[in-house]
C-alpha cells in the first residue's frame, strides 16, 4: 500500500519526499552524498528519519548541506533512483 512506503519524485529542481501525510522538499543543488547506511537506525543522531525502520531492507541516507535525512525502505533501488534525479 502506497501510505505505508516511502514515494520519491523529482519536481522542478526539487526532491519530493512523501511518507504518510508528510511531504519534505529538497533542493537537488543541496544534496552533498546519497549512500546506504549499514546500522539499524543510522549513525546521524541529529537526522530526519522517513518511514518505517522496522523490517526494512534497505536505510538510505540522504546528506544536504542543511541536515541529513536517513530513509527506512523496502522499495529497491530508491538509493540510485535518488542519484539519478540529482546527477
Not at 25 to 39: F, G, Q, R
Not at 78 to 85: F, L, P
Amino acid at each position: 500500500m502506497q501510505l505505508f512506503e516511502i514515494n520519491v519524485t523529482k519536481k522542478n529542481n526539487s526532491l519530493i519526499i512523501k511518507w504518510q501525510l508528510s511531504k519534505i522538499e529538497i533542493l537537488l543543488s543541496d544534496i552533498t552524498e546519497v549512500h546506504y547506511d549499514n546500522t539499524y537506525g543510522g549513525k546521524d543522531k541529529s537526522a530526519i528519519r522517513i518511514g518505517n525502520p522496522y523490517a526494512s531492507t534497505d536505510t538510505v541516507v540522504i546528506n544536504t548541506k542543511k541536515g541529513n535525512y536517513v530513509l527506512f525502505t523496502n522499495i529497491g533501488g530508491m538509493k540510485e533512483k535518488i542519484e539519478s534525479y540529482v546527477a
